[in-house]
Nanobody, 127 residues
Framework: QVQLMESGGGSVQTGESLRLSCAVS????????MAWFRQAPGKEREGVAY????????YYPASVKGRFTISQDHAKATIYLQMNALKPEDTALYTC????????????????????WGRGTQVTVSS
């Protein structure tokens, strides 16, 4: 089993920044990709960042590209999501997920393809 625990959420003003952390523990030898998802009330879950952890391949949808950055610290077994220039529409519950069997060059942001999930951390951006 793989355990994921997010932290770093909070309430900020438009234009400010937050850095989310996802601490990864457990049997991680088979996991080789990570993603951040978000879900606002009444909306579908949306993938906002993807990282192929065996390499450096990343992907961001247009809604966050240029503002969000996913990164990893192997020594700390932690995945980060740096979020800059936040907007009210970024308000959501942010959750990290770990995948297995990912392939370099193949972007995976489909929630059902991730077997391991954290509980999420709330981000609220006010105007």
């Amino acid at each position: 089993q793989v355990q994921l625990m997010e932290s770093g959420g909070g309430s900020v003003q438009t234009g400010e920044s937050l850095r989310l952390s996802c601490a990864v523990s457990g049997s991680t030898d088979r996991t080789n990709c990570m993603a951040w998802f978000r879900q606002a009330p009444g909306k579908e879950r949306e993938g906002v960042a993807y990282l192929y952890t065996d390499g450096t391949n990343t992907y961001y949808p247009a809604s966050v590209k240029g503002r969000f950055t996913i990164s990893q610290d192997h020594a700390k077994a932690t995945i980060y999501l740096q979020m800059n220039a936040l907007k009210p529409e970024d308000t959501a519950l942010y959750t990290c997920a770990a995948g297995v069997g990912c392939s370099d060059g193949v972007i995976r942001l489909h929630p059902p393809s991730y077997p391991y999930w954290g509980r999420g951390t709330q981000v609220t951006v006010s105007s």
